[in-house]
């Protein structure tokens, strides 16, 4: 079974910086797509990052383009999301994700299947 385990997150002033990490576990990592999503209270999950397995490809939100950036250790079947310039309407509940399928990529939430139990990344004004 798929384990996602996420840390990092916490408080930070506007401007600042987070990193985001999300330890996996359960099957070979360097075959899947690995994503970050968020949602913030009182709105829907969306999408912020997705890298493709090997490292090579990424995608983002235009809300985050330029100010953070998504890569993986497959060594340590972990990913990252280091978060950098941040706004206060980037807090939320932040979520990573491994896609359904191997060898495959998307931004929708619904071609992932695993998910972690999220953490949470508060931005003050």
């Known amino acids: 079974q798929v384990q996602l385990v996420e840390s990092g997150g916490g408080l930070v002033q506007a401007g600042g910086s987070l990193r985001l990490s999300c330890a996996a576990s359960g099957r070979t990592f360097s075959n899947y797509a690995m994503g970050w999503f968020r949602q913030a209270p009182g709105k829907e999950r969306e999408f912020v990052a997705a890298?493709?397995?090997?490292?090579?490809?990424?995608y983002y939100a235009d809300s985050v383009k330029g100010r953070f950036t998504i890569s993986r250790d497959n060594a340590k079947n972990t990913v990252y999301l280091q978060m950098n310039s941040l706004k206060p309407e980037d807090t939320a509940v932040y979520y990573c994700a491994q896609h359904r399928k191997y060898y495959s990529i998307s931004l929708h939430s619904a071609d992932y299947d695993y998910w972690g139990q999220g953490t949470q990344v508060t931005v003050s004004s």
């Open positions: 890298i493709s397995w090997s490292g090579g490809n990424t």
